[in-house]
C-alpha cells in the first residue's frame, strides 16, 4: 500500500503541480518576450545614443561657426566704423567746400554787378568822348573856316 499511496500522492502532487507548471510556463514565455523587448530598447538606446553624438558634434560645429561669424562680424563692425568716419570727414569737407562755393558764388554776383555798372560807364564815357569828338570836330572846322576868311 506504500507504493499505492504514493503513486497517489505522486498522482495528486503532479495534478496540483500542473496548473503550476503551466503558469511558470507562460511566466517563461513572458520573461522571454520582455528580454526581447528589453533587447530592442537597448538597441533603440544605442541607436538614441549615437544620434545624441551625432547631434552634439553637430553644436561643436555649429559654436566653431558662430565663432567664426563674431570674429567676420567684429571686423565688419570695425570697418563700418571706419567708414561712418571717413564718411563723416567727406561731409564736414563738403560742407566746407559748400560754404567756400556760396562765398565764391556771391563774389561772382557782386563782380557781374560791378562789371555791369563799369559796362554802363564806359557807355556813357564812349558817348561823351563821341560827343567832345564831334564837338572838336566842328570847332576845329569853325576854326578852320574862320582862318581862312
Known sequence: MNNELKTMLESIIQEALKPIKEEM??????????KGEVQTIKGEVQ???GDMQTIKDEV?????????IKGEAQTIKSQ??????????VIQRQEETDAKLDAISTDVHKLHGEINYIKEEMSDIKTTVDFTYQKTTKNELEIFKLKQN
Open 25 to 34: 510556463q507562460t511566466i517563461k514565455g513572458e520573461v522571454q518576450t520582455i
Open 47 to 49: 541607436t538614441l545614443k
Open 60 to 68: 561643436q560645429t555649429l559654436k566653431g561657426d558662430m565663432q567664426t
Open 80 to 89: 563700418v566704423n571706419e567708414n561712418t568716419q571717413l564718411l563723416k570727414a
